[in-house]
């Protein structure tokens, strides 16, 4: 990894902090995000839902999507796209170093 | 309810909540009911829901396979809903029946009517603060008009209530059959709007008789605003604006429907006006001078649609923001705040200037 790629990543959480039960919610770069882990697969999104923003962190995890607990709106975990194309929720790239969960600012 | 993360909603808008269900248990209800009848309540109903008692289990999954979540319970008291009106930035409350706006679906005559009044004192006790921040509506049941009108007498002018509520699905003729004068009188009298509220129980009645929907999304789609245009279609066709001095408000069904009724009931009454001889107006202006709950908003492709359809039926002065909260189809205040397509005005007309009119707020 290139030092321009690490200084563009910062530690949010314990790899331990996020299980499929249980997602987990940091703070990042002033927003709050929501963690998850499928499969051995770590996502992150901004949890707040662009719908009327709604704890995405509390959201049923099924086939690869999250559903916001305020009205069901569905979103692909990996690119944040509604399935039915109403809205977005940004997604954040995530990297699993060891015991570390790392998320990349957007630039 | 889970909190949300959104920013702080707009300041410097007052914003009134037209409705927050009251969170009754079946054993907060019981406390307000007459001895006798208690008895009977707390020994009875063998095999029946817990939490439900007399009030009929619809069957029906509201939570979409549990992919949407609430507590139907989560305001016992008017204070349970400081923390969420704060952070949602609401300045007042006018509450509205919680599961006791299913007690006119109860089978049995007696206890229904004395659910009624049991929920009446504790709306009174536990919620119609009359404070500045706290109002609520009471609850009446247009299958018992002489009733209803007694509770209005009884209950009407206490701190804080502010309207009466009656769910419009359930009774067995329309709105404006003569059978109902006894609760408009008393409502005038009062001076209290009748809010129309409809459920998604299943009633022998219109419109849930019937139709045979397949599944929630097909009740729920039709139930309320088919009740609401049975509902305005008879109160404006049989004069009950004219007779009576009182204001009607339709919740929960949204306002997308008001175009049509209006539309096609202009050229129903010119047709034939000999059949409401006592309208003074075209029933578009009836229709334009009652008031109507904006939740759910309507989510069109292109949101500004929504600006057209309150402009094109003279509705900027008729429209209530009413949250639902805690049902699982609420809007936040960020659904008025942060709409795209609602013009400035118009929102700040929706989020508060609207319902102090009509609740004399």
Redesign the interface.
């Known amino acids: 990894m290139s030092d321009t790629d690490a200084e563009s990543l910062e530690r949010v959480c314990d790899a331990a902090d996020v299980t499929e039960e249980s997602p987990a919610v940091v703070e990042f770069d002033g927003t709050?995000l929501a963690v998850f882990a499928v499969d051995g697969e770590y996502y992150a999104l901004d949890?707040?839902c662009p719908h009327?923003?709604?704890?995405l962190e509390?959201?049923?995890v099924e086939d690869g999507c999250v559903?916001c607990?305020?009205?069901?709106w569905?979103f692909d975990l990996e690119s944040g796209d509604h399935v039915h194309g109403?809205a977005s929720a940004t997604t954040y790239e995530v990297v699993v170093e060891g015991d570390d969960v790392l998320v990349r600012a957007s630039t | 309810m889970s909190t949300s993360h959104a920013d702080d909603p707009a300041t410097g808008t007052t914003i009134i909540d037209g409705e927050v269900h009251t969170g009754e248990s079946r054993e907060d209800l019981l406390e307000y009911l007459p001895d006798d009848v208690r008895s009977d309540e707390e020994d009875g109903y063998a095999f029946a829901p817990e939490q439900f008692g007399p009030i009929p289990w619809d069957g029906w999954d509201r939570t979409a396979g549990g992919r949407i979540s609430w507590n139907n319970y989560s305001v016992p008291e008017a204070e349970a809903f400081d923390e969420t009106r704060e952070q949602f930035g609401i300045d007042t409350v006018v509450f509205s029946p919680g599961p006791a706006f299913r007690i006119s679906l109860i089978p049995d005559h007696r206890t229904r009517v004395a659910y009624m009044r049991a929920y009446n004192d504790l709306v009174v006790d536990r919620f119609a603060r009359g404070d500045g921040t706290y109002y609520a509506k009471m609850i009446g049941l247009p299958e018992h008009p002489e009733e209803t009108a007694a509770e209005i007498e009884r209950v009407g002018d206490e701190d804080g209530i502010v309207g009466l509520f009656v769910t419009d699905v359930g009774p067995t003729q329309p709105l404006g059959h003569r059978r109902h004068d006894p609760l408009f009188e008393a409502a005038e009298a009062a001076g209290l709007p009748i809010v129309l509220h409809s459920t998604t129980g299943l009633p022998p009645s219109f419109p849930a008789a019937g139709m045979n929907p397949k599944n929630f999304l097909e009740y729920h789609t039709l139930s309320h605003p088919l009740a609401k245009m049975w509902h305005a279609t008879s109160i404006i066709v049989r004069g009950v604006p004219e007779r009576f001095d009182v204001d009607f408000g339709f919740w929960e069904a949204g306002f997308s429907w008001i175009q049509l009724l209006a539309n096609r009931m202009d050229r129903e009454y010119i047709e034939r006006p000999n059949e409401a001889p006592e309208l003074t107006k075209l029933p578009s202006e009836y229709l334009s001078e009652f008031y109507y709950g904006t939740q759910p908003l309507e989510e069109p492709r292109d949101p500004e649609h929504l600006q057209t359809i309150i402009d094109m039926n003279e509705l900027n002065d008729q429209l209530v923001y009413t949250t639902d909260y805690p049902h699982m189809d609420f809007d936040a205040p960020m659904a008025v705040t942060d709409h795209e397509g609602l013009r400035e005005e118009q929102k700040r007309k929706m989020l508060g200037e609207n319902a102090a009119r009509l609740f004399g707020l």
């Open positions: 709050k949890a707040v009327q923003g709604g704890p509390e959201g049923k559903y607990p305020w009205h069901g569905q109403k």
